[in-house]
T-cell receptor
Framework: DAKTTQPPSMDCAEGRAANLPCNHS???????VYWYRQIHSQGPQYIIH???NNETNEMASLIITEDRKSSTLILPHATLRDTAVYYC???????????????FGQGTTLQVKP | ETGVTQSPTHLIKTRGQQVTLRCSSQ?????VSWYQQALGQGPQFIFQ???????GRGNFPPRFSGLQFPNYSSELNVNALELDDSALYLC??????????????FGQGTRLTVV
């Protein structure tokens, strides 16, 4: 089962910041939060990941609360091409194999509107 | 572009048949995972291969099997196809097994339709 909870859908105006929330209240101390997005019928695209500090790259910023129970992905200036399903994932340690598999939930469908 | 390539892009098979899907991992990546994504759902982990051996498996029956080759490329085989096997099959590669501080790169997937 997915270890994250996300709203099923959100809208954002083009040019504005899109703030996508995620709850992961059962996260363990050494598990990372990953964000991927998937544009219709394409493979998921990596966006960003973090452990406990805020992270920023050329695509987005990731804000993780101090207790690590929730996070927010920020797309600073959303464009129409950012319309996609956004997945917040806690990367799980496997058993002896340590697969680091990704457990996807339903994600948030972000619709960027002109 | 992630450097992970999958073939074929689309495939139609008949119920009961067998299918093989292929994946070439990104250069330098020695771990390959396979995911199944049914329509309207998030991807579901099938299994992972590292050093040519299965290294972790999700909740999928034994008729889902795989291989990894010395060049780290991989195959997913599905026997006795069922209608519910219709899905987008995704391959993901990571640089090193067991490291969860590295991103997994996905291919564009193979769309399998079972009729």
């Amino acid at each position: 089962d997915a270890k994250t909870t996300q709203p099923p859908s959100m809208d954002c105006a083009e040019g504005r910041a899109a703030n996508l929330p995620c709850n992961h209240s059962t996260i363990s101390g050494n598990e990372y939060v990953y964000w991927y997005r998937q544009i219709h019928s394409q493979g998921p695209q990596y966006i960003i990941h973090g452990l406990k500090n805020n992270e920023t790259n050329e695509m987005a910023s990731l804000i993780i609360t101090e207790d690590r129970k929730s996070s927010t992905l920020i797309l600073p200036h959303a464009t129409l091409r950012d319309t996609a399903v956004y997945y917040c994932i806690v990367r799980v340690r496997g058993g002896s194999g340590n697969t680091g598999k990704l457990i996807f939930g339903q994600g948030t469908t972000l619709q960027v509107k002109p | 572009e992630t450097g992970v390539t999958q073939s074929p892009t689309h495939l139609i098979k008949t119920r009961g048949q067998q299918v093989t899907l292929r994946c070439s991992s990104q250069s330098g990546h020695n771990t390959v995972s396979w995911y199944q994504q049914a329509l309207g759902q998030g991807p579901q982990f099938i299994f992972q291969y590292y050093r040519e051996e299965e290294n972790g498996r999700g909740n999928f029956p034994p008729r889902f099997s795989g291989l990894q080759f010395p060049n780290y490329s991989s195959e997913l085989n599905v026997n006795a196809l069922e209608l519910d096997d219709s899905a987008l099959y995704l391959c993901a590669s990571t640089p090193r097994q067991g490291e969860w501080n590295t991103e997994a790169f996905f291919g564009q997937g193979t769309r399998l339709t079972v009729v």
